[in-house]
């Protein structure tokens, strides 16, 4: 799954990504913020993206949020 940050100026820096997902149908979203994006991943920087891979020590609630990203409707 890749979370993207809405807020990434300039937008050139991943502007990419989202193709690169849809040509591998990969599940992407977005979320408004940079700051919270970094934080919700362990960091005290702002992350512009981050990519969630399956494990099995989280399977049950990767799959929970697959399932909800996968529902989302792909951005215009």
């Known amino acids: 799954i890749t979370v993207l940050a809405g807020d990434t100026l300039p937008i050139d820096v ?4 989202p193709i690169m997902c849809e040509d591998r149908s990969l599940p ?3 979320v408004p913020s940079k700051t919270d994006l970094g934080a919700a991943a362990g960091s005290k920087r702002p992350t512009c993206v981050i990519l969630i891979k399956p494990h099995e020590e989280y399977q049950e609630t990767y799959d929970e949020c697959l399932e909800e990203v996968s529902a989302l409707p792909l951005p215009l």
Do not use: E, G, K, S
């Open 14 to 17: 991943y502007c990419h990504i």
């Open 28 to 30: 992407y979203a977005y």
